[in-house]
């Protein structure tokens, strides 16, 4: 396997981690606000913020999708971030107007939003949208194969190219990214919950 053309970036594209490993957690508005107010709290009980939205079913949700560090969330563990993150917002009242919030595990086809959730996931097929194209391509479908230097790999079929390559996509450039939902990754998904439960009692997620 070898990289493409498609991997190169000049210094100037270089994407500093630390200052953009948000941007795919919680896009700048309405979200970003959310995602500075509650991650204190979030924190503080033993959880991570994955990714916030708002308003894209209805208008008026408010999505929160959540996991402890080690990537297990239980409907126990929703409903018990649900109560703090609802007691802030009701004091500091970010959102005019009245809305619904929605609080879940990521799922297993979950989104990727995070340089970290990247790396745990490497081995799985994963779908990838850029904000703006690289050589007239902006959605890539593959095995992913971590992070490094700034960039997501991904092992993909490539035209012109008799086997897959692997390919570096800038993470500051990612709009989307999500685990394809497959039978290893069920059963990797089950496994790392601790085989707890079955796919029945998962906690629940937005379906996407």
């Not at 703006?132 to 960039?151: I, P």
């Not at 500051?172 to 601790?194: F, N, P, T, W």
């Amino acid at each position: 396997m070898t990289s493409t053309g498609l991997d190169r970036k000049s210094e100037d594209d270089a994407t500093d981690l630390s200052i953009l490993d948000t941007h795919l957690v919680a896009p700048h508005g309405v979200a970003r606000r959310v995602f500075e107010l509650l991650q204190p709290s979030a924190e503080g009980i033993g959880f991570e913020l994955v990714r916030i939205r708002f308003g894209l079913q209805d208008g008026q949700t408010l999505q929160i999708m959540a996991e402890r560090a080690d990537g297990t969330m239980s409907v126990e563990n929703c409903e018990e971030l649900s109560r703090t993150l609802s007691a802030v917002l009701d004091v500091e009242d970010p959102i005019p107007g009245e809305y619904n919030l929605e609080v879940s595990s990521p799922g297993i086809d979950r989104p990727l939003t995070r340089p970290k959730d990247f790396d745990r996931w490497q081995g799985f097929d994963v779908k990838i949208e850029l904000g703006e194209a690289l050589e007239g391509r902006k959605r890539f479908r593959g095995l992913l194969q971590g992070v490094e230097s700034g960039e997501v790999l991904v092992q993909c079929d490539i035209e012109g190219y008799s086997e897959p390559q692997v390919l570096g996509l800038p993470f500051g450039k990612l709009s989307e990214a999500k685990l394809v939902m497959s039978d290893d990754l069920i059963r990797e998904s089950l496994k790392r919950q601790g085989g707890a439960n079955d796919a029945s009692e998962d906690a629940p997620s937005d379906g996407e």
